[in-house]
Each structure stands twice: as structure tokens, then as C-alpha cells.
């Protein structure tokens, strides 16, 4: 049976791990580095980075704070923000970068998922999607940061990504971020149980009965979360014992 992943994410601004609640409301959470680091050897699978204002200040990632960050773990690193060639992706990878994570460029641009896919294997490629759930209880896809809502239907978008070569999907609950009431169990099982990649869960997580539900009930792969790590509310460690003791199985 395949381990579960417990995934922290530097949502970065300005060089400085930030947090916000429902994407708004952004509050500094501490040195990416340092962050980094320490979530390495307390036993993270993975680490995330999103330069979470590339996008809206037309720019290109950090790559040299990803080198820096890269040079102090030991765990698979996927890197977003800003991303919109192969060429971002190559310096993000010289970098130090292991995969990368593709957001409103793919959406306007879906031809991009399959570019990067055909040049580093879909591995390497995370399509992260903003979802929020409307009164009309679907849920969209929104860009730039959530701040741009579209038309699309989060499950389409994600299947169609999947065919286009997206090896992995990041599926945010914008209803649920920075909120710590629980993930978004519906989107994330129709996502893990139509989709034939991993699918990340993130937004919402704020109790470690949260993750035991996102990965029974929601299916998930991984989940992904952020302030609960940077402000010391739960331990990645105590968090996969405590998973472990309720017959999630998790890396040690």
C-alpha cells in the first residue's frame, strides 16, 4: 500500500513565508529557509513553494531563495508561481527545484502542461487548481491567486489537465484555507476517485482528526498545510504517529 504524504507549504511574499485565511488577510509566518529546514528533519515528505504574487506582479519565481532552501533539505521539493514556459521550469530545476506547480498559466494556456510533460516527464509536473464552491453547489476554477473566477468546473479542468499530462494535482478548497475547520471532503474524493493521478489535499486542515478524514473520506494521496506547522499547532511528527495509530499508513 502506498504511504500517505504529509506535505507543508511556504506560501511565499516578498521573501517571507506569509499565511493568509480564505487567501486573504496575509500575515508573516517566518524565514522560508529556516521553515524549510526544520520540516525536513521533522520527517515531511515533501516540501511546497508558492510564491503566491509571481502571477499578479508579472514576474518570474524566486529562484534563488528556492536554491537557498533546496541546499537545506532532503526531501522532494515542488516549486509555483510565475511559471508560464519551459524555460522557468528548467532554471527552477537547475535550481534545485524537483517538481514544479502550474496554476493560471496552464488554465489560459493548457498546451503548457503538455509542453513541460513531453520535456520532464509527468512526474515533474503538479497542476495546482484555486476552487471555490458557489451557491449553485459547483465548484470553479478561479486564477491569479483566487483572485479571478472562471466558468470552468473544477472536475473538467482536472481531467482535462490529466489527459494534457499533469502527473499530480493540487486541489486547494478556497472555502477551507487558513480556516482550520476541516478540508474540503467532496471535491477532494471526486477528484481521487475520477482521476487517475495523486491528488493533493490542501486548505482547511486544523486538527489531526482533519487529516485522518481527508485521507478515508476524502481519498486523498497527500495533504498539504501551512499555518499549523508554521505556528507550532501540531508537530509533523506527533501528527504521523497519530495518523499511524489510526491505520493511516505513513513514512516514519
Given at each position: 500500500?502506498?504511504?500517505?504524504?504529509?506535505?507543508?507549504?511556504?506560501?511565499?511574499?516578498?521573501?517571507?513565508?506569509?499565511?493568509?485565511?480564505?487567501?486573504?488577510?496575509?500575515?508573516?509566518?517566518?524565514?522560508?529557509?529556516?521553515?524549510?529546514?526544520?520540516?525536513?528533519?521533522?520527517?515531511?515528505?515533501?516540501?511546497?513553494?508558492?510564491?503566491?504574487?509571481?502571477?499578479?506582479?508579472?514576474?518570474?519565481?524566486?529562484?534563488?531563495?528556492?536554491?537557498?532552501?533546496?541546499?537545506?533539505?532532503?526531501?522532494?521539493?515542488?516549486?509555483?508561481?510565475?511559471?508560464?514556459?519551459?524555460?522557468?521550469?528548467?532554471?527552477?530545476?537547475?535550481?534545485?527545484?524537483?517538481?514544479?506547480?502550474?496554476?493560471?498559466?496552464?488554465?489560459?494556456?493548457?498546451?503548457?502542461?503538455?509542453?513541460?510533460s513531453k520535456q520532464f516527464?509527468?512526474?515533474?509536473?503538479?497542476?495546482?487548481?484555486?476552487?471555490?464552491?458557489?451557491?449553485?453547489?459547483?465548484?470553479y476554477v478561479y486564477l491569479?491567486?483566487?483572485?479571478?473566477?472562471?466558468?470552468?468546473?473544477?472536475?473538467?479542468?482536472?481531467?482535462?489537465?490529466?489527459?494534457?499530462?499533469?502527473?499530480?494535482?493540487?486541489?486547494?478548497?478556497?472555502?477551507?484555507?487558513?480556516?482550520?475547520?476541516?478540508?474540503?471532503?467532496?471535491?477532494?474524493?471526486?477528484?481521487?476517485?475520477?482521476?487517475?493521478?495523486?491528488?493533493?489535499?490542501?486548505?482547511?486542515?486544523?486538527?489531526?482528526?482533519?487529516?485522518?478524514?481527508?485521507?478515508?473520506?476524502?481519498?486523498?494521496?497527500a495533504a498539504l498545510a501551512?499555518?499549523?506547522?508554521?505556528?507550532?499547532?501540531?508537530?509533523?511528527?506527533?501528527?504521523?504517529?497519530?495518523?499511524?495509530?489510526?491505520?493511516?499508513?505513513?513514512?516514519?
Amino acid at each position: 500500500m502506498l504511504t500517505k504524504r504529509i506535505i507543508p507549504c511556504l506560501d511565499i511574499k516578498d521573501g517571507r513565508t506569509v499565511k493568509g485565511v480564505n487567501f486573504e488577510n496575509i500575515r508573516d509566518a517566518g524565514d522560508p529557509v529556516e521553515l524549510g529546514a526544520l520540516y525536513a528533519q521533522q520527517g515531511a515528505d515533501e516540501l511546497v513553494f508558492l510564491d503566491i504574487t509571481a502571477t499578479v506582479e508579472k514576474r518570474k519565481t524566486l529562484s534563488e531563495l528556492v536554491n537557498k532552501i533546496s541546499h537545506h533539505i532532503n526531501i522532494p521539493f515542488t516549486v509555483g508561481g510565475g511559471i508560464s514556459s519551459v524555460d522557468d521550469v528548467s532554471v527552477l530545476l537547475q535550481n534545485g527545484a524537483d517538481k514544479i506547480s502550474v496554476n493560471t498559466a496552464a488554465f489560459k494556456n493548457p498546451q503548457l502542461i503538455a509542453d513541460l510533460s513531453k520535456q520532464f516527464g509527468s512526474q515533474c509536473v503538479v497542476l495546482a487548481i484555486d476552487t471555490k464552491k458557489e451557491a449553485d453547489g459547483e465548484w470553479y476554477v478561479y486564477l491569479n491567486g483566487g483572485r479571478v473566477k472562471t466558468e470552468m468546473r473544477c472536475i473538467d479542468w482536472a481531467k482535462q489537465a490529466v489527459d494534457m499530462g499533469a502527473g499530480e494535482i493540487l486541489l486547494t478548497s478556497m472555502n477551507h484555507d487558513g480556516t482550520k475547520q476541516g478540508f474540503a471532503l467532496d471535491i477532494t474524493a471526486t477528484l481521487a476517485t475520477e482521476l487517475t493521478v495523486p491528488v493533493i489535499a490542501s486548505g482547511g486542515g486544523g486538527t489531526m482528526e482533519h487529516f485522518v478524514d481527508v485521507f478515508t473520506n476524502g481519498k486523498a494521496d497527500a495533504a498539504l498545510a501551512a499555518s499549523i506547522f508554521h505556528f507550532k499547532e501540531i508537530g509533523i511528527r506527533e501528527l504521523k504517529t497519530y495518523l499511524n495509530a489510526n491505520g493511516i499508513v505513513v513514512r516514519v
